[in-house]
């Protein structure tokens, strides 16, 4: 078994918060001898707040872990339908519940994060058979410091200093060991193993062909709002850009600035017309929005669906050339680039600097 210094040095050798959650659950099932560790997250949807179970993990080596961007929002449970985490997340502090008798198995509940300002809410699930021992329940709160400070330490890196968005360095690292390996391997037509050393051999996932979309929205008329109303009030105006996409999309889809005005989505749904709805929901938020000193302002945006050939580049380009097209016809538009090809106005070549990419 391995030792509490051990399990603190693979948390903090992760470069990746996907992977997080499910170090935490082998270390705690490994230091305390319990039956299982569900770590869960709040993700929301359309102002609807929901329970999703990103990691689980029991001591007979059974286990999962969830993929956020492909989940089935509707299927999972409310807050509400979960008394017991709710009351921990809204007390920030340990609940336990005896299911079977005040001397029986028990389920103990703790905060997954410390900080109640962070936008970040989940719990950890704790099922042992007895209540845990104030020697236990130190090891837990270790093992959460240092989850926690791990976490915030690849937030930052991950993040967008102006707008707290994701950048593109976040970008390009989910881009290839996330969407397009998975995208590959669902074309081969294989089940996947997790590729970690914490799951055993006979947990895999069955896949079915993915339906990733890359968008980006630019600001319209941005170096007019710059130069007329100065830098600081531009950044306001990012920075309300960034809330208002935050209030848009869903929790689990991903959010970036990719430098100026010009921001991107990266996103998982089955179908090219509830992705145009979620754009046109996003430039609709922008154009009733009243913004501060400013007054009105408008985007265009531009998405196509993500291929297993695809570099970060070359979706980008095509998402940028419907961006570009919805600006110079007046913008405050959203363009589905995948449609202008049907409609013969784009071709499918890409040029990305010099190069011409079919």
Not at 127 to 139: C, D, N, T, Y
Not at 166 to 184: C, G, H, P, Q
Request: aromatic share 8%; glycine share 6%.
């Amino acid at each position: 078994m391995a030792t509490l210094t051990e399990h603190i040095i693979k948390l903090t050798d992760h470069r990746d918060r996907e992977l997080l959650e499910l170090t935490l659950s082998k270390a705690l099932i490994d230091l305390l001898r319990i039956d299982r560790v569900v770590v869960s997250r709040v993700v929301s949807e359309e102002g609807i707040k929901r329970w999703l179970d990103v990691a689980s993990l029991d001591v007979r080596g059974g286990g999962k872990v969830c993929d956020p961007m492909r989940i089935d929002f509707h299927s999972l449970r409310e807050l509400r339908d979960e008394n017991d985490r709710l009351l921990c997340l809204e007390h920030r502090a340990p609940v336990e519940y005896a299911w079977a008798g005040d001397d029986g198995p028990r389920i103990t509940y703790l905060p997954l994060f410390a900080d109640s300002a962070s936008e970040d809410q989940g719990v950890v699930e704790i099922h042992s058979g007895a209540s845990l021992s104030i020697g236990q329940l130190e090891v837990v709160d270790d093992v959460l410091h240092v989850f926690r400070n791990m976490y915030r330490l690849l937030a930052y890196s991950d993040r967008d200093a102006l707008t707290g968005l994701l950048n593109r360095k976040s970008l390009d690292d989910t881009f290839y060991s996330a969407v397009l390996e998975e995208m590959n391997h669902a074309l081969e037509g294989v089940s996947r193993v997790l590729e970690t050393n914490v799951l055993p051999i006979s947990e895999r996932r069955h896949r079915v062909p993915p339906n990733y979309w890359l968008g980006t929205a630019k600001v319209d008329h941005f170096n007019v709002i710059n130069d007329k109303s100065g830098h600081l009030i531009a950044e306001e105006v990012l920075l309300l850009v960034a809330r208002i996409m935050n209030n848009t999309f869903r929790t689990y889809d991903r959010l970036y600035r990719l430098g100026g005005e010009q921001f991107a989505m990266l996103m998982h749904c089955p179908q090219e017309e509830l992705v145009l709805a979620a754009f046109e929901r996003f430039r609709a938020n922008m154009e009733k929005f009243i913004f501060p000193q400013v007054g009105g302002v408008t985007i265009c945006a531009g998405f196509t669906r993500v291929t297993p050939e695809d570099s970060p580049s070359t979706s980008l380009e095509r998402a940028e050339r419907a961006v570009d097209l919805a600006q110079r016809n007046g913008g405050n538009m959203v363009y589905s680039h995948d449609d202008l090809v049907r409609k013969g106005l784009f071709d499918d070549a890409i040029k990305v600097g010099a190069v011409d990419l079919f």
